[in-house]
């Protein structure tokens, strides 16, 4: 895509939908990006107006994310993605947006405005998600320990190896390290292809999971790691506490100023999952436990689907977005497209530029001590605040105009 021109810009800010990006992941989180400035600068030259970050549990990287953005046009939307277990749910066998997980639930933050300094109560939170989810991790390093040595294979991996091998690649402290699970199936595929080399690697990797793995790329035998032994049922796999609530996830996104926003997976999942598969009851379901925005990743998902669920979500009220989570080591576009790559439906592409609007005047609005999106009542309320974001977005996006995206 070329470089917007200033009269795009004008008309982005009379609503007229330019594409937006309100969910990637950046480093130190496992990413497809090397840094932030790379995710920064492939929106602009892509023509991405809007680009928010959901991270894991740490925000630190947030500050280059911004500096990056005022540099290149694009307007920085600030988030965040835990999860949390609902008992009532996991009991029923309800899977919700984890398709292994029975009442496993990722829910994001939109719109965070308290990042600089964080909120006390924020803090304590916060600290105990990393908590939970710190010890959750090392229990799988350690199965996973474990596994390879009585398989005869002489791979040694400890958390700290990991931290340091993934706080070095994204030259980000440590202490801004929390390691996801891609993390550690990483690190066990590249120890145990350092340990054997390539030609003993399909079957050391048999030999530990009892299937020779379809490919031998780096990519490939840390995908087929994780697949068979960390993810639910699998011999290294932990199952997350129930300390971390949905009520806890919620109070946190608020407490840093944001709103919740539930990540719909949709036909990502096959079959649908159980919690999705009525668009209508999930959308009655999030209105009733105060969610007010959804997600989808569109990379996922069947043009129909995406329709379908866009029409289903807005036409309860519910606010919109749409990302692609680039939580992988394959570089997609920054620009979300449905799942057999052709554009996001019309209907759909001006649902999430009115999303990413809403989440821009929102941030913009509490970062300066006004009430947020939220405390409007107005039955109006999206359209009136996606407004105020598209002036905002068109303000900063002016910049990249001008300089002609010349780099």
Avoid at 298 to 315: F, I, K, T, W
Wanted: a negative charge; glycine letters at 8%.
């Amino acid at each position: 895509m070329s470089a917007p021109t200033l009269e795009q810009f004008a008309h982005a800010a009379h609503g007229v939908p330019m594409p937006v990006n309100t969910h990637v992941h950046l480093p130190p989180n496992f990413s497809a990006f090397g840094t932030a400035a790379e995710a920064v600068e492939l929106a602009a030259v892509q023509g991405v107006a809007v680009l928010g970050a959901s991270n894991y549990y740490d925000f630190s990287v947030y500050a280059d994310l911004a500096e990056r953005c005022a540099e290149r046009g694009v307007y920085p939307l600030f988030g965040l993605e835990a999860f949390c277990y609902l008992p009532e749910l996991r009991d029923a066998g309800v899977l919700v947006n984890d398709p292994g997980n029975p009442g496993k639930m990722y829910l994001c933050g939109k719109g965070l405005a308290h990042l600089d300094p964080m909120p006390a109560a924020a803090v304590e939170r916060l600290g105990v998600v990393r908590e939970v989810d710190g010890a959750r991790i090392a229990a799988q390093v350690e199965r996973l320990a474990q596994l390879f040595a009585d398989a005869g294979l002489p791979v040694w991996v400890a958390v700290a190896d990991v931290v340091a091998a993934v706080a070095e690649r994204a030259g980000v402290p440590a202490r801004t390290v929390h390691l996801q699970e891609r993390h550690v199936a990483q690190a066990f595929a590249e120890a145990l292809a350092a340990a054997v080399g390539q030609a003993g690697l399909g079957e050391a990797v048999e030999r530990l999971t009892g299937v020779w793995p379809t490919q031998l790329d780096p990519v490939s035998v840390q995908n087929h790691l994780r697949s068979t032994l960390l993810k639910a049922g699998r011999p290294a796999y932990v199952p997350e506490a129930d300390t971390v609530t949905f009520d806890m996830v919620c109070a946190l996104v608020r407490d840093l100023g944001g709103f919740p926003c539930y990540p719909v997976l949709a036909d990502g999942a096959s079959p649908v999952c159980g919690f999705e598969s009525s668009v209508a009851d999930l959308a009655a379901w999030l209105v009733a436990n105060d969610v007010p925005a959804a997600e989808l990743i569109p990379n996922r998902n069947a043009p129909q689907v995406l329709v379908d669920y866009v029409e289903g979500l807005r036409g309860a009220g519910l606010v919109v977005m749409a990302g692609t989570e680039h939580n992988t080591l394959d570089m997609v576009g920054v620009e979300p497209v449905c799942a057999d790559g052709s554009p996001l439906p019309e209907r759909v592409r001006a649902v999430v530029w009115e999303g990413a609007c809403v989440a821009a005047a929102h941030a913009h609005a509490v970062g300066r001590g006004l009430p947020g999106f939220e405390a409007d009542t107005d039955p109006d309320r999206i359209s009136s605040w996606a407004a105020r974001g598209a002036r905002l977005i068109a303000e900063r996006a002016t910049v990249r105009a001008e300089q002609g995206d010349s780099r």
